[in-house]
């Protein structure tokens, strides 16, 4: 693997931006976008602000863990607001201000290639967070094992239409952004378990979609096209993500069936689907702990900062990118219904009191709350 050296040594403090802006902010710090005391410089570039969970939970938790593991680290965190060249135009920014190492989230996997090679000409190592990046350079990839999150997916959907009597079940499926490499693997996962029901007629795909960037606008419109042209006649809606999730039950919601139509297949254990699930509007969610990902993605970031590379103890895997087999770090992933929601309570995520804002006198709410 190439090894990196850091661009800029030194000590610094801990500064973090959230900006939509390309160059960003710093109010009270120097010019350079640092926090007034020289350091090496890291940025994380997230996609969006569509996904909730980037600037909510990754962000702060990164910081969190960077500060333990590299402290003498400045990190700038800038949101492309899905505009693909808006980040790119952020990496040029981040290189210009000095940066160490970039981690990316990427608004678009299919058009960051330019970025990863912009980086790669000034030696700037990039750490791709959760999000591929398709066809360029980088040094590690940080994300949840992607084909187990689908396998969960598609065993809980799986699960569902066992105990639902007839045939020819009518499914929608709402995919991911087209072209990302964990829309194809949570893809690959849940077929393992739907592709079966599918051959057998025990169920019929009647709608399907990727939805660009999982933009949970499209994706509400989608499903209330899909319920338009079903009539209102579905018997599962399989859900990629919780932003997608969310769209479907608003959909759902504008024709007063929500919590009729079981939606399952979400991920990421956002509160608002949490909060979905014991009021028994969403089946299920993959509670990926973030804090993980966070505190794996700091602990490549200060290796590579200190000139070391990607520490081997932590790759169990590779992404093809397209370019290259870029090294993994695969983290755990765990499935959630209203059974075991105590699991995202006990590992510190949310508290009941959170999950339960609004929905206090649901059964499950009424007796965690007491």
């Given at each position: 693997?190439?090894?990196?050296?850091?661009?800029?040594?030194?000590?610094?403090?801990?500064t973090l931006i959230l900006s939509a802006?390309?160059?960003?902010?710093?109010?009270?710090?120097?010019a350079n976008g640092g926090s007034g005391?020289?350091?090496?410089?890291?940025?994380?570039?997230?996609?969006?602000?569509?996904?909730?969970?980037?600037?909510?939970?990754?962000?702060?938790?990164?910081?969190?863990?960077?500060?333990?593991?590299?402290?003498?680290?400045?990190?700038?965190?800038?949101?492309?607001?899905?505009?693909?060249?808006?980040?790119?135009?952020?990496?040029?920014?981040?290189?210009?201000?000095?940066?160490?190492?970039?981690?990316?989230?990427?608004?678009?996997?299919?058009?960051?290639?330019?970025?990863?090679?912009?980086?790669?000409?000034?030696?700037?190592?990039?750490?791709?967070?959760?999000?591929?990046?398709?066809?360029?350079?980088?040094?590690?990839?940080?994300?949840?094992?992607?084909?187990?999150?689908?396998?969960?997916?598609?065993?809980?959907?799986?699960?569902?239409?066992?105990?639902?009597?007839?045939?020819?079940?009518?499914?929608?499926?709402?995919?991911?952004?087209?072209?990302?490499?964990?829309?194809?693997?949570?893809?690959?996962?849940?077929?393992?378990?739907?592709?079966?029901?599918?051959?057998?007629?025990?169920?019929?795909?009647?709608?399907?979609?990727?939805?660009?960037?999982?933009?949970?606008?499209?994706?509400?419109?989608?499903?209330?096209?899909?319920?338009?042209?079903?009539?209102?006649?579905?018997?599962?809606?399989?859900?990629?993500?919780?932003?997608?999730?969310?769209?479907?039950?608003?959909?759902?919601?504008?024709?007063?069936?929500?919590?009729?139509?079981?939606?399952?297949?979400?991920?990421?254990?956002?509160?608002?689907?949490?909060?979905?699930?014991?009021?028994?509007?969403?089946?299920?969610?993959?509670?990926?702990?973030?804090?993980?990902?966070?505190?794996?993605?700091?602990?490549?970031?200060?290796?590579?900062?200190?000139?070391?590379?990607?520490?081997?103890?932590?790759?169990?895997?590779?992404?093809?990118?397209?370019?290259?087999?870029?090294?993994?770090?695969?983290?755990?992933?765990?499935?959630?219904?209203?059974?075991?929601?105590?699991?995202?309570?006990?590992?510190?995520?949310?508290?009941?009191?959170?999950?339960?804002?609004?929905?206090?006198?649901?059964?499950?709410?009424?007796?965690?709350?007491?």
């Amino acid at each position: 693997m190439k090894k990196f050296t850091p661009l800029i040594v030194g000590i610094g403090a801990l500064t973090l931006i959230l900006s939509a802006c390309s160059g960003g902010s710093n109010p009270g710090g120097d010019a350079n976008g640092g926090s007034g005391v020289e350091g090496q410089k890291v940025f994380m570039l997230l996609p969006n602000s569509t996904t909730t969970r980037f600037e909510a939970r990754d962000a702060p938790y990164f910081e969190e863990a960077l500060a333990t593991e590299a402290p003498d680290a400045d990190l700038t965190v800038l949101n492309a607001d899905g505009d693909p060249e808006r980040q790119q135009q952020q990496v040029e920014d981040a290189i210009t201000q000095g940066a160490s190492v970039i981690v990316l989230v990427s608004a678009d996997a299919n058009l960051a290639a330019g970025s990863l090679a912009i980086a790669d000409q000034a030696g700037v190592p990039v750490v791709l967070y959760d999000h591929d990046a398709i066809g360029g350079p980088a040094a590690a990839q940080v994300v949840f094992d992607s084909l187990a999150v689908g396998q969960e997916q598609g065993k809980r959907a799986a699960e569902l239409i066992g105990a639902m009597d007839g045939d020819a079940l009518k499914v929608a499926r709402i995919k991911g952004n087209p072209g990302e490499y964990g829309t194809g693997q949570y893809t690959r996962g849940q077929d393992e378990y739907l592709q079966p029901l599918i051959d057998s007629g025990k169920i019929d795909v009647v709608c399907e979609q990727n939805i660009t960037n999982w933009d949970p606008v499209q994706g509400q419109a989608f499903m209330e096209d899909c319920l338009a042209q079903q009539s209102n006649d579905l018997d599962l809606i399989v859900a990629m993500n919780d932003g997608l999730a969310g769209a479907s039950i608003a959909a759902l919601t504008t024709q007063g069936l929500e919590g009729t139509i079981p939606v399952t297949a979400g991920q990421d254990a956002n509160v608002e689907s949490l909060n979905y699930i014991v009021r028994g509007f969403q089946d299920n969610t993959i509670f990926k702990d973030l804090r993980l990902e966070a505190e794996a993605a700091a602990k490549v970031v200060a290796a590579l900062l200190a000139g070391d590379p990607v520490p081997a103890e932590l790759i169990n895997g590779e992404v093809d990118n397209e370019f290259q087999q870029v090294p993994a770090v695969f983290l755990p992933v765990r499935s959630v219904t209203l059974d075991n929601i105590q699991v995202v309570v006990d590992a510190g995520v949310w508290t009941w009191e959170q999950i339960c804002q609004g929905a206090e006198q649901t059964e499950t709410c009424v007796e965690k709350l007491q």
